[in-house]
Structure formats: C-alpha cells, structure tokens
C-alpha cells in the first residue's frame, strides 16, 4: 500500500499532523470527503474559545487542533484507504466497547465500502444517515462559521449575515452526483422534498463523453473558454432574430439547451469541445436552479443554500444558478452558496461523535478575519485554499 498518497487539495500541514483523533467520512457516489481533527489535549477556560462558557471546566475532554478536510474519486478508494494509513488514528479516536476502532461514515460508500475497510484498516464503519449528516453539517457551517454563506450575482461575491434566530426554514440544494432538495426547519428538523438525477454526475459523465476529458477540472476549464449559442437554440434564432415579447422572451434567452445541434449539418467532431462542455454546464445549472426555485415555492421558502461538489467554487455555475433563481423567482427568492460546498454530508458525520447531539461540539476558534483565506471564486487548484483546515477545540465531554 502506498503510505505517501496525498489528497487533491489537502494543504502542507495536513502532511505534518500524523495522527488523527477524530475521522468521518462521507463516500459518495463520484467522491469521497474525509473531515479529520488532529491535535493535543488542552487546558481548562481558555479564552480564545468563542463559547467558552461551555467549554470551561471540562478540561480532561476538550481538545484543541485543527479540523482538516481532503477529498479523493471514490472509484479509487484505495488511495483514500492508503491515506487515512498513512495518518494513523491516534489512540483518542472513538472505539466500540471493547472492540476496534470506529469511523463515522455517510454516504452510500459507508455501505458499499464497510468490509473493504474492515480488511484494510480494521476500522468498522459506523453508518450515519446521509441527509442527517447534510442538515448537521449544513446548520453547523452557516451558525458557526463566518463567511461561510455567500451570493453571486453579477460577478460579485457577498458574503451573507447569518441571522441565528432568522435561519429557518430554508431549502438545501446539494448538488453531488444526483441532487437532494431539504426543507430544513431547525436542527434534525428536515424533509427530503425533492430531487432530480440531472445533477453534478450528469455534467461530467456526458462531458467526458462529448468531449473526451480526462478530469472534471479540466471540462471545467474548456466550458470557460466555450460559447453555448454555437451549441443552443435561441429564441432570435427561432424568431428571425427577434423577441418573443408577448411571453417576455429576449431574443438571446435559451429556447432549447443544444437544439441548434439538431438542424446544423454537423457531427460531434465538428463541434468545438469547449462549446458543448458550456453548454452542458449551462444547461445542468439552470435546470437545477429552476427546479430548486420551483420546490422553494412549493413550500413558501425565499432562501435556497446550494451545497455539494458539483458547484465547486465556479463563477459560472454559481451565476448561472443565481440567475436562474432571481429569473424564475422573479426576485423573490435567493440562491445562496457555502464555502465548504462539498463537506456538509463529512462534518455531519464528523458531529455525530457527539451523544448529544450536533451542538456544542465544535467550538471554533475566534476567527480574524485578516486570516480569512482568500477565495476568487475560481475552482480550487492542488491547493484548496476555501478549504483551509480549521483551528478549533473538540468538547469530549
Ligand atoms: N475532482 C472531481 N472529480 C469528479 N467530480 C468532481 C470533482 N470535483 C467536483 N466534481 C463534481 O462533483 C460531483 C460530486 O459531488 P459530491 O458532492 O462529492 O457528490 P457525491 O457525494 O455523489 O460524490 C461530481 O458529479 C462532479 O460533478
Ligand atoms: C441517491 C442520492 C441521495 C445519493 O447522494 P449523492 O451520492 O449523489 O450525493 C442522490 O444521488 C439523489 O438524491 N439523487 C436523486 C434521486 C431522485 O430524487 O430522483
């Protein structure tokens, strides 16, 4: 086993921290997320907790360190295995009564996977349901993080003001490889209204395919340089031209997402790749901010939070998303985005350790906002600066 695999995006100090007290997984259908805390044993009332009130006193089960967050293709998980032993899990990691080493895992892979990593690792998956674990990690992420809910409109990224006692209800959109829509009323308060199959899967499976890609990142980087109208069919071209007034239909609005393919006299290999891989992620974007709008209404919610690793951080899937809300809503509802996108389901699973519940677990460190990574917007490279570790104490108790 290769003891030296590094994750996509894992930053430096996640090389130097070997052991890990605390580990969950969420293994999904194209990606496996690991949320893993290392660090020491800490001391009593430390000030620089932000509820230390809570804290204080029980020092013997706080823990300082840091939260780390990596990622890896779920049709290699032995890399992610080989990853998670070339960390070690240090002797505070949870144990079943008398047994071996547990893992909190989510996701269908906590399934699939839970003999392979028996045989691997001795490690038994303890299995969390996966849209718990999304509420769990989707309500710790906009209460206790800062900065971590953001609109993108019109270029321009806006960190929002979560307002505690203002939150709910809202309707989590998590874009993986299919989509789940959650109306969210509260901590463990949650439906699943709704989804589709068209999601983040359908993007790249048919992107690979159109266009012969050999990475998700890079059919994301061809849709940049793309142009849809060469793929679409537009109203003005339906309309000689023109507007279709009466529905309130501009000329270059979207009549048919690739219809223009269909009386061109042209095969794929005629067509230029960065073109269709804009179309497609156009076409994929808009449909889901549609249907997240429509179920939003359907449940009389204005905020909709768009989570998963299809949205990864791109201008163009967050603003075609933006847009398709603020269009079908007609301003009435929002669409808004989270910086640690792609971890909700893993730091569900991570808070489940707690017995008592997703609250008062993960006590953050008072944040500076002088060292708030930066973040463009752009899609992360093999440094994930937007998914930065995170200092903060654990509360054992
Ligand atoms: N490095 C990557 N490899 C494959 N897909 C990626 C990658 N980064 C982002 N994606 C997108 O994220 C989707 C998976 O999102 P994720 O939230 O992890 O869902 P799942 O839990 O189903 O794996 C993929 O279908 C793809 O659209
Ligand atoms: C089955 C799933 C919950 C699995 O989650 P994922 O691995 O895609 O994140 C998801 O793919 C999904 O909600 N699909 C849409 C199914 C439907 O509502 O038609």
């Not at 156009?282 to 998963?308: D, P, V």
């Not at 006590?363 to 708030?372: A, C, I, N, T, V």
Request: hydrophobic share 40%; net charge negative; proline share 2%.
């Amino acid at each position: 086993m290769d003891l030296e695999v590094t994750p996509a995006g894992a930053n430096s100090d996640t090389r130097s921290d070997a052991r890990i007290s605390h580990l969950a997984l969420d293994i999904g259908g194209t990606l496996a997320k690991l949320v893993y805390f290392s660090g020491n044993k800490k001391l009593l009332n430390d000030d620089r907790v932000q509820s230390s009130a809570e804290v204080g006193g029980r020092s013997s089960s706080v823990l300082h360190g840091r939260l780390h967050f990596a990622k890896f293709e779920t049709r290699k998980i032995d890399e992610c295995i080989a990853f998670i032993h070339s960390k070690e899990l240090g002797s505070q990691h949870p144990k079943e009564l008398g047994n071996g080493k547990i893992v909190k895992a989510t996701g269908g892979g906590a399934f699939k996977f839970a003999d392979l990593f028996k045989e691997k690792l001795d490690v038994c998956l303890d299995k969390e349901d996966e849209m718990d674990c999304l509420v769990a990690g989707a309500n710790f992420l906009l209460k206790a993080v800062h900065q971590e809910a953001f609109t993108y409109i019109g270029g321009q990224k806006e960190f929002v003001q979560i307002n505690q006692d203002d939150l709910y209800p809202f309707l989590l959109v998590n874009i993986g490889s299919g989509v789940s829509m959650i109306k969210v009323d509260g901590n463990g308060k949650f439906e699943r209204v709704s989804g589709t199959s068209l999601g983040g899967g359908t993007f790249w499976g048919l992107g690979k395919l159109l266009t012969k890609c050999n990475s998700f990142d890079e059919l994301l980087e061809l849709s940049q340089q793309g142009n849809n109208r060469v793929v679409d069919m537009l109203v003005g071209d339906i309309y000689g031209g023109g507007d279709y007034n009466k529905i309130g239909l501009s000329s270059t609005a979207i009549a048919s997402s690739f219809g223009k393919t269909v009386s061109a006299n042209k095969v794929l290999e005629n067509y230029r790749t960065e073109d269709l891989a804009r179309s497609l992620l156009r076409m994929i974007s808009n449909n889901i901010g549609q249907l997240a709008y429509l179920t939003a209404l359907r449940f009389g919610l204005r905020r909709i939070f768009f989570g998963g690793f299809f949205i990864r951080g791109q201008c163009y899937t967050m603003d075609t998303i933006s847009v398709a809300v603020h269009y079908w809503s007609k301003g009435d509802a929002q669409a808004m985005f989270m910086r640690h996108e792609g971890f909700l389901g893993a730091l569900g699973a991570f808070m489940s350790y707690n017995k008592q519940g997703p609250d008062n677990f993960i006590h953050l460190m008072k944040q500076d906002p002088k060292h708030e990574p930066e973040f463009d917007g752009t899609a992360p490279e093999e440094e994930d600066s937007e998914y930065a570790s995170i200092d903060c104490f654990l509360d054992l108790a």
